[in-house]
């Protein structure tokens, strides 16, 4: 990842993510009843709702949803890593009382531009939008979402990834900060 500073893991994120794995292990016969085809995808979903029980994925575009249960699964079978979603689909009130937020406190809607889209603009919005978490899964993420049409999109944004299958598995050229490549109304 292109960060100037790289967060070193944390033991406890270590704990959490074996954990997880050690619970849904747990879960998968349970999981196997309920959707023998899908067990694995199921098991995983229930153990990471217990670890990021305030987690929304409601919003997000059937493709999006799809992608990043995919994505997931895998993280966390494969990998033993973690990824949880911090923010997926926001509300178009929500996106605009964020920028106007940010607005007031960076002082220009040119420079809230650099971390908040106003609602037109905002691809969180659009549901296609993905703020991951931890650090671990973002890398984890950066390194593997292509197959899932999931790319990290912003140099200042290590946790924004967006369900991007019009790119055709070419990731798109990151953009330094949110607001470039963007028209200012």
């Known amino acids: 990842?292109?960060?100037?500073?790289?967060?070193?893991?944390?033991?406890?994120?270590?704990?959490?993510?074996?954990?997880?794995?050690?619970?849904?292990?747990?879960?998968?016969?349970?999981?196997f009843a309920r959707r023998p085809g899908r067990a694995r995808e199921l098991a995983c979903s229930w153990a990471l709702r217990m670890r990021f029980p305030a987690e929304d994925l409601t919003g997000l575009t059937d493709g999006a949803l799809a992608a990043f249960t995919a994505a997931r699964t895998e993280a966390l079978w494969r990998h033993g890593q973690l990824l949880g979603l911090t923010s997926g689909y926001r509300d178009p009130v929500v996106q605009q009382r964020m920028f106007d937020e940010e607005v007031r406190r960076s002082g220009s809607p040119a420079s809230a531009r650099m971390l908040v889209l106003p609602p037109a603009e905002s691809s969180h919005v659009k549901g296609i939008a993905l703020d991951v978490r931890p650090h671990e899964g973002a890398r984890w993420l950066e390194e593997h979402g292509g197959r899932y049409d999931l790319y990290r999109m912003y140099d200042n944004e290590w946790w924004h990834?967006?369900?991007?299958?019009?790119?055709?598995?070419?990731?798109?050229?990151?953009?330094?900060?949110?607001?470039?490549?963007?028209?200012?109304d």
């Open 1 to 31: 990842m292109n960060e100037p500073r790289t967060i070193p893991p944390r033991p406890r994120d270590r704990l959490y993510a074996a954990l997880t794995l050690v619970l849904a292990v747990l879960l998968l016969p349970a999981a």
């Open 161 to 184: 990834f967006e369900y991007r299958p019009d790119c055709g598995g070419t990731p798109p050229r990151r953009r330094p900060h949110p607001g470039v490549g963007h028209v200012i």
